[in-house]
């Protein structure tokens, strides 16, 4: 998908006729929904006129422009792909093109990689060769008409305003490729030569446009052999009982639908811990390494990002096939061989949000139809008490209805294994019988040798106990129920102490994708070193594990008599607001879900307590009090 299509020479005239940026403005509006803002419009009526002209002065007239060419399954824009014929292969040729109007540049703080400009306060902006050079890796990685084109893609950072040499000059010397090459204004007349060099003078482009904007999109098989070495060479996952089961379960029905038109649904379910996302990756490298056409998606921005740094951190290019639940709203119907979708709980109604191309709005689709529709098999990964959010549709009943009314079969595996929790099957049932979500109510905890359970009497014990953990050298992080009110850090970069009990007070883990002095983003948290000193909430903690786990129970669900209560104004998700929305049963489920989350996050043991005395009082009754504060 493009804003704006049109040969060198047609493009030209709009700028003459000074409506190029007004129709590249109403055609973003047309399809994000959103008005181009006024530096967008001033950097097409600026920089398109330049390339159309350097064109039509090489004699390029009929190379067809794609102007902000959407990246395949991605919200990312090409500024302007050139589409023709090579003049020597005869083959089609696209040159991707990064327009940048500086003037001046320099390395920001003598890092080759980064760039500042004065523009933009001096912070640090990627290299424009190494930024153009990553367009072209993931166009050709994921559009399935260049896969059995090599070559036929090249890439350039155009520099046009920049006519003083020494203005620019610490950023000549970056490592260049043909994916990425740089031009500024000086350059002119080689740039007019790097443009003959690609494109036939006398051949249109817009059958070569045609073929690339109508493509297919899907993983290909250079990518997939990289993934498979950097997924399954990298960790050598066991797979047991069940779980081999559901991997080979795939594994038969991928071939399966590949020798006949066959499409059907796996569904595996488990609780925390029962490695479905060791499964998950198991499948993604073994698939990979077999070169079907498989990508990962979770509805989990810390989930995937978390992936993405850990599974292609040898591989920038291994990082794009761990996607979102919402990046397949335009994915061709069974473009791909395999669907895994971790965290399947987090699916939601609708993939429609506040950044969502206009006219995907006006024809909607379930975010599991599109889900479901995107691949041959579909394999969805799920525990549905894990679903904590309103809107989350992820369960095996949703799953199991839809595939029934496209009539497709489902083949079903419930995993019966636990890892998680000291891999402690009591502890789990420990924990749903608490929180009411398995009969028979409230237990007392029976010390199984497995794992450990503690009550502290208040969260700076809590405290206090996970730090001499930290200091015997295990993982441990805090989290909480969302009952305290967030604050953005302070302008001089320190956090707010939002959850506060009495004299205690710590803040919460940051929201951004910065990290903020030694405060991780929030897609780290569970993870990276500093996360300990701020309080997690569910939607940074799931899907992650860590040694000890902390919680405090808030005063959003306590204990009266012989039944838990949930309060719900003393919940402050923005989520749980609206009860047009969320009625107060759909309110109490999803909360006792939330506490199922944070319950289960440890893999040696878990500190809990309550800011609610009577609830307090309970939780002492079930656990044994511990005498002594020691490090395990």
Not at 364 to 371: A, S
């Amino acid at each position: 998908m493009s804003l704006l299509r049109a040969d060198a020479v047609a493009v030209a005239a709009l700028a003459l006729e000074g409506t190029l940026g007004v129709r590249t403005g109403e055609q973003m509006r047309h399809v994000s929904g959103r008005r181009a803002s006024e530096s967008e419009m001033r950097s097409w009526d600026r920089s398109l006129p330049v390339l159309a002209q350097d064109l039509i002065s090489a004699g390029l007239g009929r190379v067809e422009m794609i102007v902000e060419h959407a990246l395949p399954l991605s919200s990312k824009r090409i500024d302007v792909v050139l589409a023709g014929q090579h003049p020597r292969t005869r083959k089609p040729s696209y040159l991707v093109v990064e327009l940048k109007q500086w003037s001046a540049a320099r390395r920001w703080e003598g890092e080759p990689g980064l760039v500042a400009l004065a523009a933009y306060g001096n912070r640090p902006v990627l290299h424009p060769v190494e930024q153009v050079r990553g367009y072209c890796q993931y166009l050709v990685d994921f559009t399935r008409a260049l896969h059995d084109l090599p070559g036929s893609v090249r890439g350039a950072a155009y520099l046009h305003n920049a006519l003083d040499e020494r203005a620019v000059d610490e950023l000549r010397d970056y490592p260049q490729d043909s994916y990425g090459r740089l031009f500024t204004g000086t350059d002119r007349a080689r740039w007019l030569e790097h443009l003959t060099s690609l494109f036939d003078p006398d051949v249109a482009g817009a059958p070569y446009a045609d073929l690339l904007l109508n493509s297919a999109s899907a993983p290909s098989k250079q990518l997939l052999t990289v993934a498979a070495q950097e997924v399954q060479e990298r960790e050598q996952f066991i797979l047991l009982g069940e779980q081999k089961v559901a991997y080979e379960l795939v594994l038969h029905e991928v071939a399966k639908a590949r020798r006949s038109d066959h499409k059907s649904v796996v569904l595996v379910t488990g609780g925390p811990g029962s490695g479905k996302s060791v499964i998950a990756l198991s499948l993604l490298g073994e698939l990979a390494r077999r070169g079907r056409t498989v990508v990962h998606a979770t509805g989990s921005r810390s989930f995937t990002q978390t992936l993405r740094k850990v599974a292609g951190h040898r591989s920038i290019s291994t990082k794009s096939l761990f996607k979102y639940f919402n990046d397949f709203m335009t994915a061709e119907r069974n473009g791909l061989d395999v669907l895994i979708l971790d965290e399947a709980h987090r699916i939601r109604e609708s993939s429609v949000d506040r950044w969502t191309p206009k006219d995907l709005r006006q024809v909607p689709r379930t975010q599991i139809d599109e889900l479901m529709a995107a691949a041959r098999v579909p394999v969805f990964l799920l525990d549905q008490h894990q679903v904590v959010r309103p809107g989350e549709l992820g369960t095996s009943e949703d799953i199991e209805r839809h595939a029934a009314s496209l009539g497709l079969p489902v083949h079903r595996i419930d995993l019966d294994v636990q890892f998680r929790c000291g891999g402690s099957a009591a502890y789990v049932t420990w924990v749903l019988r608490l929180l009411g979500l398995a009969p028979g109510g409230p237990l007392r905890w029976q010390p199984d040798g497995a794992f450990q359970v503690e009550t502290a009497p208040s969260p700076a014990d809590l405290e206090q106990r996970l730090r001499e953990r930290l200091a015997a050298g295990f993982g441990a992080r805090m989290t909480a129920g969302y009952c305290w009110p967030w604050s953005n850090p302070r302008d001089d970069g320190s956090l707010v102490p939002d959850v506060a009990v009495g004299s205690w007070a710590k803040p919460w883990n940051l929201r951004g994708d910065r990290a903020v002095g030694d405060a991780p983003p929030a897609a780290l948290w569970a993870s990276a070193e500093g996360g300990f000193e701020q309080v997690g909430c569910v939607y940074t903690a799931q899907g992650f594990e860590y040694h000890w786990n902390g919680v405090l129970l808030g005063p959003d669900f306590v204990w009266r008599t012989d039944r838990w209560v949930t309060v719900r104004s003393a919940n402050r998700d923005p989520d749980f607001r609206n009860r047009s929305k969320v009625g107060d049963d759909e309110f109490e489920r999803l909360v006792r879900n939330v506490y199922k989350v944070l319950l289960t996050r440890g893999m040696v043991g878990t500190v809990i307590t309550s800011v609610d005395p009577e609830t307090q009082a309970l939780l002492e009754r079930l656990v044994e009090v511990r005498s002594a504060v020691a490090a395990e």
